[in-house]
């Protein structure tokens, strides 16, 4: 989040932070599922404008993304 650039871990690193934790009884709550469900309600996407979108090509899926969460996730603007 800092610089305004958001990086989600990758599953084989979330997953892996799991089974580093299976002595845990919590452990499951860790996983990837569960990660990514509460990375999602912690957004608010907006997606970029047609025009960004025409000039730099950009491909998304707004479904992977969460709304109305307190951070903010969004494309700049032109």
């Known amino acids: 989040m800092n610089a305004m650039y958001l990086v989600r871990p990758t599953v084989a690193e979330v997953d892996a932070w799991e089974a580093i934790m299976d002595g845990d009884s919590g452990a499951k709550n860790w996983g ?29 899926d707004a479904s992977s993304y969460g709304s109305g969460g307190p951070m903010q996730v969004s494309y700049p603007a032109l």
Not at 36 to 56: A, C, H, I, Q
């Open 32 to 60: 990837w599922d569960k990660v990514y469900e509460n990375m999602k309600k912690s957004e608010n996407f907006t997606g970029p404008t047609d025009e960004l979108s025409t000039y730099v090509a950009i491909d998304y």
